[in-house]
């Protein structure tokens, strides 16, 4: 059965450093996304993406994050200067529009994310 | 505006016993709804969803029913196994076409031998 995988599993960086997150979604997916959960809290929207560019983002996503789909089977999301405030699990997610699924989101397992 | 939101935090249910973990939601302009299992360690795994237009769904084992009156869904697990031990969300899309998902606390079903 085909899933969206993540890596890194676990990242550990220095607060004010760059990381980058890894996501390959489901091959004939279209839809792309990417959610935050903080420990013990619910899961958080960050970002959606389609054709290319993003198509809603919440207030959580500032400045500080972007998206990119560099190839045609990775998805992958920038924090440029991380906070402690960004330490949590973060999850990609995607959708297929086709068969009028477009809101069933299949998640991967996520990278934790711990700044120091 | 948008609230997805549990009752119960914590639910423990005898193995072979059904289990109902409840939610409610604001949005009167929510049309989807999915329920999520987590595991420890694990994303968020699909388990069944539901349309505004219907008010019971049922898989393998599972059942959602959608109340739009009192703006309540539910998650009936029938016979439960200890592999149904998780925490169980709730989400909905807010409004039609919607790609975020909002997603309740959680719930954390265990299940007792």
């Known amino acids: 059965e085909p899933e969206v995988t993540q890596t890194p599993s676990h990242q550990v960086t220095q607060m004010g450093q760059e990381v980058i997150l890894r996501c390959v979604p489901i091959?004939?997916?279209?839809?792309f996304y990417w959610y935050r959960q903080i420990l013990g809290q619910k899961v958080e929207f960050l970002v959606s993406f389609y054709n290319n560019e993003i198509s809603e983002k919440s207030e959580i996503f500032d400045d500080q994050f972007s998206v990119e789909r560099p190839d045609g089977s990775n998805f992958t999301l920038k924090i440029r200067s991380t906070k402690l405030e960004d330490s949590a699990m973060y999850f990609c997610a995607s959708s297929d529009p086709t068969g009028g699924d477009l809101e069933t989101q299949y998640f991967g397992p996520g990278t934790r994310l711990l700044v120091l | 505006g948008e609230s997805v939101g549990l009752h119960l935090p914590t639910l423990s249910v005898q193995e072979g016993d059904n289990s109902i973990i409840n939610c409610a939601y604001s949005n009167s302009a929510s049309d989807y709804f999915i329920w999520y299992k987590q595991e420890s360690g694990k994303g968020p795994q699909f388990i069944i969803d539901i349309r505004s237009n219907m008010d019971k769904r049922q898989g393998q084992r599972v059942t959602v029913l959608l109340n739009k009156t009192v703006k309540h869904l539910s998650l009936q697990i029938a016979a439960t196994q200890p592999g149904d031990s998780a925490v169980y969300f709730c989400a909905e899309n807010g409004i039609q076409g919607a790609q975020k998902l909002v997603f309740g606390q959680g719930t954390r079903l265990t299940i007792n031998p």
């Open positions: 091959s004939n997916h279209l839809y």
